[in-house]
Nanobody
Framework: QVRLVESGGGQVQAGGSLRLSCAAS????????MGWFRQAPGKEREFVAT????????YYTDSAKGRFTISRDNAKKTVYLQMNSLKPEDTAVYYC??????????????????WGQGTQVTVSS
């Protein structure tokens, strides 16, 4: 059983930055691919970024490319999402998720076994 706890959300103005963290406990963190997803009010959850167990494979959604950076520290059992040049459309609850299955990281939320409780990110114009 893997428990995930996100932190680092908040309210910023457009153009600002936030760094989200997701701390894991239980399980073997270095054996799981990790992902970040978000859900805006009235919208479906969407993929943001994912990183493989050894950080060798990283994928982003198109809207995050060039602005967001996913990283992980296996010794600290933590995955990060650095978000720069934030836009109002980035406003959402951000969730981290863990996928313990064999294979490369996935963009599909259904692939992930464990989810955090989410952290709110609000970007004002």
């Amino acid at each position: 059983q893997v428990r995930l706890v996100e932190s680092g959300g908040g309210q910023v103005q457009a153009g600002g930055s936030l760094r989200l963290s997701c701390a894991a406990s239980g399980g073997t963190f270095s054996n799981v691919n990790m992902g970040w997803f978000r859900q805006a009010p009235g919208k479906e959850r969407e993929f943001v970024a994912t990183i493989s167990k050894t950080s060798s494979i990283i994928y982003y959604t198109d809207s995050a490319k060039g602005r967001f950076t996913i990283s992980r520290d296996n010794a600290k059992k933590t995955v990060y999402l650095q978000m720069n040049s934030l836009k109002p459309e980035d406003t959402a609850v951000y969730y981290c998720a863990a996928d313990g299955k064999v294979g490369p990281p996935q963009r599909r939320g259904g692939r992930y076994d464990y989810w955090g409780q989410g952290t709110q990110v609000t970007v004002s114009s």
